[in-house]
């Protein structure tokens, strides 16, 4: 299954970013920086997603006590926070153009630099405690906490209405959704971004069950020395 | 390539940041996951023997 789901995001990727780097038009306002929508958008959006899979995930584990969700929690966020950099890089290229600065303490904004100290959080305590249920279970509690923030970064411009950054790119209402040039490599790159996710979390997830399997085997053959 | 006009540089730093960050993450995925079967396969083998 994975190597058919991660030549599935290759395709999609490569796809989506070559059409929409070489074969989409200007925006008449924004010019060619438009370009980097192909990037930002399927980014901050798997930053929030990831984010809410590794809520489900740390619920599961706390309500039910299956190690593999906690485990593919701790496999999703290396995963998260690179689509939280790549997100908030590319939007501080884009920004400085067209807002005329790096950065800004818009709401949106912020609330998604503070995602990525709980993405950076929640790796470090994964790191720093040594019994892995232990590990799961405060994990899972910071997981609940910073999903206010996952939530915030989604919907803040609904909420507060103000601030530097535009509401969402893609929309059901025609209004606000990108123009159809934008719009179909776009989709192609986001459901890409997706599927890669898919695919990497599966490897992280399976990575991680035989690392705790190995573990488990070191410490018998240890105990059997003993 | 595409005529990217004042954007050039916000762009390619863009892309090139970004391609180069997932390209990290899936070789470390990628080497991890090597790393992990092959101690599994050493803890297996060592397990076996007794």
């Known amino acids: ?226 | 390539m595409p005529d990217l006009g004042k954007y050039g540089f916000e762009v390619l730093s863009a892309y090139g940041f970004s391609l180069v960050l997932m390209a990290g993450l899936i070789w470390l995925t990628w080497r991890a996951s090597r790393a992990a079967v092959r101690r599994l396969e050493a803890a297996e083998a060592q397990s076996d023997e007794h």
Not at chain 1, 59 to 81: E, F, M, Q, T, Y
Not at chain 1, 138 to 160: M, P
Not at chain 1, 164 to 193: I, M, R, T, Y
Request: proline share 3%; with cysteine; glycine share 8%.
């Open chain 1, 1 to 226: 299954m994975v190597p058919v789901v991660s030549a599935i995001s290759a395709v999609l990727i490569s796809v989506g970013l070559v059409w929409g780097f070489f074969f989409t038009p200007e925006d008449y306002r924004m010019g060619a920086s438009v370009k980097i929508i192909y990037l930002h958008v399927p980014s901050a959006t798997m930053a929030i997603n990831i984010w809410v899979m590794m809520l489900v995930t740390s619920l599961v584990w706390l309500v039910r006590r299956h190690h593999v969700s906690a485990l593919a929690a701790k496999a999703a966020a290396p995963i998260g926070i690179v689509m939280t950099l790549i997100a908030l890089f590319t939007g501080a290229v884009w920004g400085n153009p067209i807002w005329g600065t790096y950065w800004a303490w818009d709401p949106r904004l912020t609330s998604f630099m503070i995602l990525f100290l709980f993405y950076l959080g929640y790796m470090a305590l994964w790191a720093a405690i040594e019994d892995a249920d232990t590990a799961a279970d405060l994990t899972s509690v910071l997981c609940i906490v910073g999903s206010v923030f996952a939530v915030l970064s989604r919907y803040a411009f609904n909420f507060w209405g103000q601030g530097l950054h535009q509401g969402a790119s893609l929309s059901l209402d025609k209004e606000e959704n990108v123009s159809d040039v934008f719009w179909q490599p776009l989709v192609l790159s986001l459901v890409g971004f997706g599927v890669l996710f898919l695919a990497l979390v599966l490897i992280r997830t399976r990575t991680e069950i035989r690392l705790r399997r190995a573990g488990a085997l070191e410490a018998r053959g240890a105990s059997r020395h003993a």
